[in-house]
């Protein structure tokens, strides 16, 4: 059999499909006896908080969760109606059940336009 190439290899890889691409992994995994994961590990242990500080930057998508509701609590479940567009029934109930997640995946200035004005009206809000 003729050696291939890196390039070759590469050009091959590209035409798998993810699950392919998976199967293959798990197999050569097997059959040498390595883990694919070992390097990146020791990398992300060795740099761990530069990693963890370039994953916070790089973030796009926010869950905004509600902690708690305050004193205002009907301002609050006004603000929760404006953001999600839920009724008055699920919005209370919501708000009742904090913490909550009022948003899922919102891109950075919707959670924090949403962080705000549920601030605002007096919650404790948390963005993820």
């Given at each position: 059999m003729a050696k291939l190439t890196t390039e070759q290899l590469i050009e091959a890889f590209k035409e798998l499909s993810l699950i392919e691409l998976s199967e293959?992994?798990?197999a050569f995994?097997?059959?040498f006896e390595v883990?694919?994961?070992a390097?990146?590990?020791v990398a992300a242990a060795g740099g761990a908080a530069p990693a963890a500080a370039e994953a916070a930057e790089?973030?796009?998508s926010f869950d905004v969760v509600l902690e708690a509701a305050g004193a205002n609590k009907i301002a609050v479940?006004?603000?929760v109606?404006?953001?999600t567009n839920l009724g008055l029934g699920e919005a209370k109930a919501l708000v009742d059940g904090a913490p909550a997640t009022v948003l899922e995946g919102a891109n950075k200035?919707?959670?924090e336009k949403a962080k705000a004005a549920l601030t605002e009206a007096g919650a404790t809000v948390v963005l993820k």
């Open positions: 293959f992994v798990k995994e097997e059959t883990t694919a994961a390097p990146v590990a790089e973030k796009d479940i006004k603000e109606r404006t953001i200035d919707a959670a």
